[in-house]
């Protein structure tokens, strides 16, 4: 959220896979102008707003590059991850699940279903779920941080000139893994690769502007869910939730330290 206010406002990696090209420029939208401009285009009704003064600062600091491209890369991966979490939410919290059993005790994913909304959900997953799913989540992570993976693909790092958004293909460097992946993240289907810059810079600015708004409503979920006042949620029946967002393991996941982080979560966040 603190990107939508300043814009617009573990595993192995390869030493070396493949030479990438040179990129001639900086990305204009990692530019003040560049800014102005994708702020336009975004929404001409607020246009460009900055009140916390970042981007003035990083062009005082001849930092935009990095500064920039670190803000407009935290967006763009919140707002799918938003995108994501909103249309995952609403499927939950109408007890849709998939058949069959999630784990070889025999667990089904309509007993996890049956713990309550979303949340609940995620608290009554077994610990080895739990761990494999952030796990899995930490491998994407750190393919879409390490400079050689996005070299592969021919991009840089999105605070030295890269294109912020950018996820590298597995197709780039499958010859590379243990294990080749048949599909990419990203378009995994092809449908975008063939579609013309114009074509590209229309859907980025659908995709902020969806990834915004996104933001907005998973977090008014989250925050009717623990009984708090959301105007436009007053009439939708959204499932409560007694225990700690901030908090991923609970007691029953009987791991070490869990005690103290649910501590802090609570001292840092008192009115749950």
Not at 133 to 144: D, W
């Amino acid at each position: 959220m603190l990107s939508v206010v300043a814009l617009n406002s573990v595993a192995y990696a390869p030493t070396v896979l493949r030479a990438a090209p040179t990129r001639a420029a900086t990305c204009m939208a990692e530019t003040a102008a560049g800014l102005e401009a994708l702020a336009e285009k975004c929404n001409p009704k607020i246009g460009f707003y900055d009140p916390l003064g970042i981007v003035k600062k990083a062009v005082e600091d001849k930092s935009e590059t990095a500064t920039l491209g670190w803000y407009r890369h935290a967006e763009i991966k919140h707002g799918r991850v938003a995108m994501a979490a909103f249309v995952g939410y609403c499927v939950q919290a109408n007890g849709i699940t998939l058949p069959g059993a999630l784990t070889t005790s025999g667990i089904t994913y309509a007993d996890i279903s049956a713990a309550g909304g979303p949340a609940d959900q995620w608290d009554a997953l077994p610990t080895a779920a739990k761990m494999q799913i952030i796990g899995a989540v930490g491998v994407l992570e750190l393919v879409s941080e390490c400079t050689p993976f996005l070299r592969a693909a021919g991009e840089e790092h999105y605070v030295k000139g890269g294109k912020p958004g950018f996820y590298p293909p597995f197709s780039a460097f499958n010859d590379q893994l243990p294990h080749p992946l048949p599909l990419n993240l990203f378009d995994p289907f092809g449908f975008s690769k063939n579609k013309t810059p114009e074509q590209k810079e229309r859907g980025l600015v659908i995709e902020i502007n969806n990834g915004r708004l996104a933001m907005i409503g998973i977090f008014g979920f989250v925050a009717k869910s623990k009984g708090l006042i959301v105007p436009g949620l007053d009439s939708v029946d959204i499932p409560s939730y007694s225990g700690e967002y901030m908090a991923p393991f609970t007691a029953s996941d009987a791991l070490p330290y869990v005690a103290d982080m649910t501590e802090i979560a609570n001292k840092m966040f008192p009115w749950n």
